[in-house]
């Protein structure tokens, strides 16, 4: 199906702390196969990094 992964299927709210924080994401690869899409408010200072 197009556009399973879309910005617009859903959010949530994610209450960091002032300073470092980190933040674990796991992805299945299930029927569709997978895909993550990430916005931000304010991205200023946000370093992503890849395990």
Sequence with gaps: MDARCSLENGSFALPLESGDNEVAVAIANN?????????M?????VHLAAK
């Design 31 to 39: 029927i569709y196969g997978w895909g993550l899409m990430l916005r």
């Design 41 to 45: 408010a304010d991205p200023e200072g």
